[in-house]
């Protein structure tokens, strides 16, 4: 006879016995006058691999541009020292991200850490970085429940990403603002009918905390939507078509599908052929990414995705020669185009230089101080006010986010995104796919 141990108490075992062989205080600075280390946790295999592949290789351009400068200036030492990045890979298990984190802390020695994708997996080894108090700029991790938790300090690690709350709520508005009223004009549909959203959604914090933050903000927003379904699966999905059918019965409006990249490729293209569903879908902005284009094929046509940065629309502004200038170079080197996560990344290792530069030191708690006072001008992506800034209560930082129409590209035989929202900086109008039908009651 098989005895199982729950999962929560082999997690404790795993979180117990990483830290009681870190050690519960705080490490001292690397000693290693010769380079910075800087840890990159990312998902370099399992359902998440792709993603990790963009943060690695973000992280290794910026790291290269400072180190092309002669590296990062330390005042104590009175000179430039070179980034040297670590990689960790959290294997897209929070067993993985426990192993690798505890290993960055305890063996490399790294002075700080950046990266992290899953909220499920962050959340998982962020008592680890806690005890030991390394700094961590995590540009993932999204779930509210990873930047909003009381259960431990969190006070060395500095979200560079838009919460779940906030992404929601863009979705929301732009659904209210501009899908709503496009849909009822063209359909003759009285104005008192809620539109109807069905919620197909990771079972996972990410994919929780959405859900939260659109049952929360239509409330409190007092926006009339009715949530007609909401359908959860197992991160690392491929196969949607029972939830999608049960969908279908509900007779959404619009989907918004709340997943990763290797996710989100399927769930559309089974939605309508193969289980025949002639709605709208919008996603996330973390599947802004050249595969989710050159993946999804013609199925893609029309989808929704909010964002807040896309290697194919590029919002016209002070961002915008960033942005290109940081293209072409990941092109040159790559290959290919680096996605949103790349992005984010690429723009923590520069806050990570600054804050270590402004620390005049490596040591640890100098640097969670400057990055808990940094303000540096933006980079690729749209931040409020034009500054990469960490809130005082929870350290996260304000993006501007918007929203991207697909559209075949005959150029290119693949989708390209076109901004719809906000107005300030929408390239083209939303439009209804001729194939498009309501929902009903």
């Known amino acids: 006879m098989k005895h199982w141990v729950p999962y929560s108490l082999v997690m404790s075992f795993l979180i117990i016995g990483a830290l009681l062989f870190s050690g519960c205080t705080e490490q001292p600075a690397s000693g290693n006058a010769e380079a910075i280390k800087i840890g990159v946790v990312a998902s370099m295999s399992g359902p998440a691999s792709t993603t990790g592949k963009d943060i690695w290789q973000s992280a290794e351009l910026a790291a290269e541009e400072i180190n092309a400068q002669g590296g990062v200036f330390v005042k104590e030492l009175d000179k430039k020292i070179p980034i040297v990045l670590v990689q960790g890979d959290d294997e897209s298990t929070r067993e993985g991200g426990i192993k690798t984190v505890s290993k960055l802390i305890t063996q490399e020695n790294v002075d700080l850490l950046i ?48 919460s779940t709350d906030d992404s929601a709520k863009a979705v929301i508005l732009f659904i209210h603002e501009v899908v709503r009223p496009e849909i009822y004009k063209k359909f003759n549909l009285p104005d008192d009918r809620p539109l109807r959203l069905a919620l197909l959604f990771q079972d996972s914090p990410f994919g929780k905390g959405q859900q939260t933050g659109v049952m929360n903000l239509t409330k409190e927003l007092n926006i009339p939507i009715e949530i007609v379904s909401e359908e959860t699966f197992r991160m690392g999905e491929s196969d949607f078509r029972t939830a999608l059918t049960s969908i279908k019965t509900k007779n959404p409006d619009i989907i918004y599908a709340v997943t990763f990249l290797n996710e989100l490729i399927p769930l559309t293209q089974q939605a309508r052929r193969d289980v025949g569903l002639n709605t709208l879908i919008i996603s996330g902005e973390n599947n802004d990414d050249p595969d989710y284009y050159s993946g999804v094929g013609e199925y893609g046509d029309f989808t929704l995705m909010e964002s807040r940065f896309s290697p194919y629309a590029i919002p016209k502004g002070s961002t ?122």
């Open 115 to 162: 990266g992290g994708y899953s909220s499920a997996v962050v959340s998982a080894h962020q008592a680890i970085v806690a005890d030991n108090k390394v700094p961590y700029i995590i540009s993932g991790g999204s779930s509210t429940s990873v930047s909003r938790r009381n259960d431990i300090d969190t006070s060395y690690m500095f979200f560079h990403r838009p």
């Open 320 to 441: 915008s020669e960033t942005t290109e200038k940081f293209l072409e170079n990941f092109r040159n080197k790559y290959g290919g185009f680096a996605g949103m996560m790349g992005a984010a990344t690429y723009e923590s290792v520069y806050i990570a230089a600054k804050s270590i530069e402004d620390a005049g030191t490596v040591q640890k708690g100098a640097i969670q101080k400057t990055l808990s006072e940094i303000s540096m001008d933006h980079m690729m992506e749209v931040m409020e006010d034009g500054l990469i800034q960490f809130s005082p209560d929870y350290r996260e930082s304000s993006f501007v986010l918007y929203v991207e129409q697909m559209r075949m590209d005959p150029a290119f035989d693949e989708i390209r995104p076109h901004i719809v929202w906000p107005e300030s900086i929408r390239e083209t109008g939303f439009t209804i796919p001729d194939w498009y039908k309501p929902g009903s009651p």
